[in-house]
């Protein structure tokens, strides 16, 4: 299952104790110190998945150093976690308000600082206090309140209502394999989708009232934020698609306005299911909106190639 957006918290290790001891049989401190704790480290990964495991688990934790021991030997340190995130992940820190995206180009860096080792008393020894009864306490790892939030990075963006056809059209032009049934909201979560290099993402359908969180598809609206080119999908079987497009525009809009300004082709889809008058009458109904129409059916082999000529098109101009 894909997931979006988590709440954790990442805690990097403490550091050990310092240990007061003495030694047995002469006089003097023996105890050693307590070592550094574990680092939290973050790397980008191309996973989409990789959020996943943080769902079922509420903190992730950097192993604590050890603490001292007797006859001056030192704890054990702890180990360094590095936690892979999905490129397009944007990590906010809910208590300092800090941002951090991951991008393909992000590098490697510490994100929670360890703790490091309190000394043991055998640090403390001196001329004027031969018999430190004392030793350092280990400090506190870094601990961030952290909300994950996942932004896929696709070329473009399949949307529309729920069963206009859009997961039957990224089976057909990429080796992706999404649910495909004939009732609305078989597809539950975004499915993605590689053509000639660049990605598609079919997102989960919309509805009216989506923007205020009816249905399923708002949440993942964020997906598309990036997108090249949106791929709005209308099925012939709509009575008025001047209608039924300028709703699914409308929650874009209230959604976030600067979706309504990304390029965008108007796919008719299930193209079959209607004689060529009746796609001209759907034509000439969508006229007015000044977009490029392609009427598009995953049994017309000629209309997929159009399709994909227009991708490669866009993906040219785009350069």
Known sequence: MLITEVNIVFKAGDGGDGKVSFYKYRRGPDGGNGEKGGSIYISPTTDIYALSPFSRTKKIEAENGKGGMSNTKN????????????????ITDKESGEVFEITADFKRFLFCKRGEGGRGNYEFRSGANTTPKFAEKGQAGQKRSLH???????????I?????????L???????????????????????GELNGQIIADIPGLIQGASQGKGLGIKFL??????????HCLSCEEKEPQKAYQ???KELENYNPNLL???????????DLRSKAEINSYLKALKG???????????????????????????????
């Open 160 to 168: 529309g209502f729920p069963n206009a056809g859009k997961s039957s």
């Open 170 to 192: 990224l089976k057909e032009l990429t080796s992706a394999t999404p649910k495909v049934a004939s009732y609305p909201f078989t597809t539950l979560e975004p499915n993605l």
């Open 222 to 231: 964020k997906h598309i934020e990036k997108v090249s080119l949106l791929l």
């Open 289 to 319: 909106l000044k977009k490029e129409v392609l009427p598009v059916s995953i049994y017309d082999w000629e209309s997929l190639e159009k399709l994909r000529a227009l991708f490669f098109k866009h993906e040219s101009l785009s350069e």
């Open 261 to 271: 300004k990304l390029p965008e082709i108007i796919l008719l889809t299930k193209a």
């Open 75 to 90: 704890g054990k340190a702890g180990k360094d976690l590095e936690i892979k995130l999905p490129v397009g992940t944007i």
């Open 148 to 158: 994950l939030n996942l932004k896929l990075i696709a070329d473009y963006g399949l």
């Open 247 to 249: 709703t699914i525009r």
